[in-house]
């Protein structure tokens, strides 16, 4: 009897934890959040306990005082109404233990991403105007539950990429998704500039690729019976703006992988610099206004093709600290190649009758010019995995495969081949599909449903040999924006399945259930209300 009332009381205290950490004891009782709270803090990670201050006291009203924690001692011997953010040897750089007990909270952990992950689950744990950022005025007492959690991520990399190429929605908008990633604990926003219908990031070398790359003749990306509706459409952003989202996500502990898609997907380009970009000059080459893979791609064998390559990826490093640049490379049709006396020649050159080792030649290029750049601007590159149908041998293993199409598959090829690579299988992964049935869905990209459990059930590196599975670095779910115009309908086809990603990224595979996620989601929607992001609603009671 005894034993089954405390199973109930055990389940009725289940705490909504997005993602579930590796290690969770609910204890008894509460830490009371109090005016003068004392956050003792380890002076390396002071600005942390400051940003983390400022949000209490924006959404609680209540004012911690931040006191620099040196000696080993208080720890013990105070024994204060307090917490402490204190800096342990030999913790993974984002794993963290979070003791909240009635009379203290302490925080242990090495690394400043361990620290931050910390407190995020502290804000998980509070009301959640609390990590939307939002005051809530109707809340008179700020209780955090007493629990024990030791915590880390089960994989490096836990993405999210949107594709700005087709529609452009602006910083405020990415602003709002880096704080939901920030909130599940992601830590890579992979932004996708560059497209046939938009070129979307300003280049000072090249200005025609915002003057004209970054507008076309039609709001709608035109598709069967839909035509272009002949309204200017388009946007950009400038190196300033790029500067405020690569910060503002820095602060998140997200870092930002730009992607500029090349040598297909490229038209907007090709039609702002058609003199040394296209394959075919003489011809009119505009911004695309349709949908589908255009064939309109970059002449690789243009040494000032190869040239503006180079250049683009000296300014992408300058704008972007991270270590990866994301350089494309999904569906890049070959038949302009074909046609074209320069890469005919090029390619005998080089020995093959594959045109696809056209690409893997202009890739080999611009890796090898990275390589002669001071440490400090070396990138490692990232490519759709469809470069793997050409001969790789030339581009080496240190390059990193993001799989979509068979990507399960995909992954095992690159992984075998030495590369490291990320899992984003197309489906159930691409959360811009529809994800349910309801009549009330809103305008999708692409086919098929795609609900919360299904991407919740996606196992990642499911019977991978042992010796691969260190060449996976992770997850990433993906959104592509064809047929979704208004930032809204992004947020409701990304929401709540970017959780359900998050948690296949952050927990261990033994330690995933989808009733549980079911459960700790319920309350999210005051979350995503409070934030100001739409959601779907299917799955919340
Ligand atoms: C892709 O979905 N074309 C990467």
Redesign the pocket.
């Known amino acids: 009897m005894l034993f089954s009332l405390f199973l109930l009381s055990a389940t009725a205290q289940e705490l909504s934890l997005i993602p579930q950490p590796a290690k969770v004891e609910v204890k008894e009782g509460a830490f009371l959040l109090k005016k003068g709270t004392v956050l003792y803090v380890d002076a390396a990670v002071k600005n942390i306990a400051e940003q983390f201050a400022a949000t209490i006291h924006a959404t609680t009203g209540v004012k911690l005082k931040i006191l620099n924690y040196n000696s080993f001692d208080k720890r013990f011997n105070s024994r204060k109404h307090a917490i402490y953010l204190i800096v342990v040897p030999d913790m993974s750089d984002e794993e963290y233990a979070l003791d909240v007990r009635d009379n203290f909270i302490f925080i242990e952990a090495t690394k400043p991403a361990g620290f931050f992950y910390a407190l995020q689950t502290l804000k998980q744990l509070m009301p959640r105007n609390v990590m939307a950022g939002v005051p809530d005025n109707d809340i008179k007492e700020w209780s955090i539950p007493a629990v024990e959690i030791c915590d880390s991520p089960r994989f490096a990399w836990r993405g999210f990429m949107l594709d700005e190429g087709r529609h452009f929605y602006g910083k405020e908008e990415i602003k709002k998704i880096i704080d939901v990633m920030a909130a599940y604990k992601m830590n890579r926003f992979h932004w996708h500039l560059t497209e046939d219908q938009g070129w979307r990031i300003e280049i000072k070398k090249y200005p025609k690729l915002t003057e004209i790359g970054a507008w076309r003749d039609s709001k709608v990306c035109a598709w069967g019976d839909v035509k272009p509706d002949g309204i200017r459409y388009g946007g950009f952003y400038t190196r300033e703006d790029i500067k405020e989202v690569v910060e503002y996500a820095k602060e998140r502990f997200i870092e930002i992988v730009p992607e500029v898609d090349i040598p297909g997907h490229s038209q907007a380009a090709v039609a702002s610099y058609p003199e040394f970009l296209a394959c075919d000059p003489e011809n009119k080459h505009e911004v695309w206004l349709w949908q589908g893979v255009s064939g309109d791609v970059i002449n690789v064998a243009n040494p000032q093709a190869v040239q503006f390559a180079k250049d683009v990826i000296d300014e992408l490093t300058e704008m972007f600290p991270f270590g990866y640049i994301h350089l494309g490379g999904?569906?890049c049709p070959t038949h302009k190649w074909e046609r074209n006396t320069e890469c005919q020649a090029l390619l005998k050159e080089i020995g093959s009758t594959n045109y696809r080792d056209l690409q893997i030649h202009f890739y080999k290029q611009l890796k090898e010019h990275i390589a002669q750049k001071p440490v400090e601007q070396q990138r490692k590159l990232i490519f759709?995995n469809e470069v793997l149908h050409g001969n790789t041998t030339s581009l080496g293993d240190d390059i990193t495969i993001m799989a979509?199409?068979g990507a399960d598959g995909a992954a095992k090829d690159a992984a075998q081949r030495g590369m490291n690579t990320i899992l984003s299988p197309?489906i159930p992964y691409y959360i811009n599909r529809k994800q349910s049935d309801l009549p009330t869905e809103p305008h999708s990209q692409g086919y098929g449903t795609e609900t919360v459990e299904r991407v919740y059930d996606y196992k990642p590196m499911n019977n991978v040999p042992t010796e691969l599975q260190d060449k996976y670095m992770g997850v990433q779910a993906?959104f592509?924006t064809e047929w979704v115009v208004e930032p809204e309908i992004v947020q409701y086809l990304m929401l709540p399945r970017l959780a359900a990603v998050a948690e296949a990224g952050w927990t261990r595979a033994d330690k995933r259930d989808y009733k549980s996620f079911l459960n700790r989601l319920q309350g999210e929607q005051i979350y995503y209300r409070m934030r100001g992001v739409d959601y779907g609603k299917h799955v919340f009671k």
């Open positions: 999904d569906e759709w979509w199409i197309q993906n592509w």
